[in-house]
C-alpha cells in the first residue's frame, strides 16, 4: 500500500512499543502502518463517524489484526477507556477541533505519556491553548504536501515550554526548508500590506503589523542559526 508523505511522517512520530489511542482515525491508515512494521503493540481504532470507522475495520480485519485493535464509535475521548494506552495521535483536524476534544476529556489526556497531533490552521491558536494548559512541545514540526501546510506537535504533560506563541517551539530543523518557505510568504504578504496601508491614517494597524515583521524575521535567523 502506498501512504502519503503526511501520514508517514505522522507513523514516524510513534515510538517503538507504543500503545496507540487513534482519534479520528478515519479509514485505519497510520493504524496499520504502524502494526505492520511492529512498531505498535496495541491500537484502539476510533471515530465519531461509524461509517468512517467501518473502513478501518475492514482495512485491519485480517486474522494478524484481530487482538490487537479494538474500534470504538465516540466523539473525541468520550467513550473510551484509556487506561491501558500510552500514546494519544489526533491527526488531519483543525485546531479548534483537536482543541475542543482535549479540552472536553482533560483528564484522560493528562495520562498520556506521549500525544502527538497534526492539526490543520496558522499554528498560534493551539499554542496558546498548549501554553495556558501546561503542555510541554517536545518537537513541532512543519511540512508541505500537495501545496497544503500540515503542522506536527509532540507533546509531554509537563511544566510548558512556550513563551511566545506565535512562533513554532523546539521546531525540527530538518524541516526548516518548508518553514522558510511559509514565513517568505507571510513577509512578502506584509509587507504588500504596509507598502499600501496609509499610514497616517491607520498607524496603530502599520506598527502592529510592523513589529510582527520584525518577529518574523528574528525568529527565522534563529532557526538559520541551528542549522
Known sequence: MNYSYRLIEIAKSVKQGSSLVDVGCDHGYIAKMLLDSNTIDKVIESDISEKSLEKAQMLLSGEKYKDKVKFIVSDGLANIDTSEYDTLLIAGMGEETIISIL??????????????????????????????????IKKERLFIEKDKYYRLYELSNK????????????????????????????????????????????????NELNEELNKILQYMEKINEKR
Open 103 to 136: 479540552n472536553t476529556s482533560i483528564e484522560k489526556v493528562r495520562f498520556f505519556s506521549n500525544i502527538i497531533l497534526q492539526a490543520m490552521g496558522e499554528g498560534s491558536n493551539i499554542r496558546k491553548y498548549f501554553k495556558e494548559n501546561g503542555f510541554f
Open 159 to 206: 511544566e510548558t515550554n512556550i513563551i511566545d506563541y506565535k512562533f513554532p517551539v523546539n521546531f525540527d530543523v530538518n524541516d526548516v526548508h518548508f518553514l522558510k518557505v511559509y514565513y517568505d510568504n507571510e513577509v512578502k504578504n506584509i509587507k504588500n500590506i504596509l507598502k499600501n496601508i496609509n499610514k497616517e491614517k491607520n498607524l496603530i494597524k502599520y
